[in-house]
């Protein structure tokens, strides 16, 4: 238990529909991420939040939109999305500023299907 | 951020020490080198990090050499429970959000 919950755990999807998944931390940090983990391929961050302003977007298409409402919740809509966004989504968190220690906490991943 | 290069693959035998290479040779003075690993189908947990002098926490020990070039970290009793993906990655404290960026790191399979 990392102090991340992530909802739901699993999620299939068609490509009309739109879904949305949900992330929660209790560690108090006040910077939250979401990655993306494709199958045979290296965890690619998608976007990243500090004190609720989204500071990193990496060239992540709209089909993909996120919402921090507050420091401890952070959302990623999703919709029309393809086959190929089927993967592993991952949310972490950190404090920030960090000093020398920079970890990121991450929660379990939603493993995203879309048919 | 500099690049680091790890094996893709390595084998341990269960209460051995695995040590895991990794490669740095573009890093600067202000980088640093932290190690997280995944377990199957699970999120990447952190390990340790460290500047230049060697660390050691519960979980393991970062041995980086002189010139920072090069790291290894070290799991003194590798447990079946240790099987996984591990990564090395560079970043510095200016990095901007904070971000990690990660490779495809070293698949650890301990073996009884």
């Known amino acids: 238990e990392t102090g991340v919950t992530q909802t739901p755990r699993h999620l299939v999807m068609g490509m009309t529909n739109k879904k949305s998944l949900k992330c929660e931390q209790h560690?108090?940090?006040?910077?939250m991420y979401w990655y993306k983990q494709s199958a045979k391929k290296p965890l690619e961050l998608m976007f990243v939040?500090?004190?609720?302003?989204?500071?990193e977007n990496n060239s992540v298409p709209s089909r993909f939109s996120p919402e921090c409402p507050n420091s401890s919740h952070l959302f990623l809509h999703l919709h029309t999305l393809q086959p190929e966004d089927s993967a592993l989504y991952l949310c972490?968190?950190?404090?920030?500023?960090?000093?020398?220690?920079?970890?990121?906490?991450f929660g379990p991943g939603t493993r995203l299907t879309v048919t | 951020d500099a690049k680091t290069t790890q094996p893709p693959s390595m084998d341990c035998a269960e209460g051995r020490a695995a040590n895991l290479p990794c490669n740095h040779s573009?890093?600067?003075?202000?980088?640093?080198v932290y190690w997280y690993r995944q377990i199957h189908s699970q999120g990447p947990q952190y390990i340790i990090h460290?500047?230049?002098n060697n660390e050691t926490n519960e979980m393991a020990s970062l041995i980086i050499t002189e010139d920072r070039k090069s790291s290894t970290l070290i799991l003194p009793h590798a447990t079946l429970r240790d099987t996984a993906v591990y990564y090395c990655?560079?970043?510095?404290?200016?990095?901007?959000?904070?971000?990690?960026?990660f490779g495809g790191g070293t698949r650890l399979m301990v073996k009884p």
């Open positions: 972490a968190s950190s404090q920030v500023p960090h000093g020398t220690s920079s970890e990121q906490y």
């Open positions: 560690l108090g940090h006040n910077a």
């Open positions: 939040y500090n004190f609720k302003e989204q500071t």
């Open positions: 573009t890093i600067s003075g202000n980088e640093y």
């Open positions: 460290g500047l230049k």
């Open positions: 990655i560079v970043r510095s404290l200016n990095n901007a959000g904070n971000m990690l960026t």
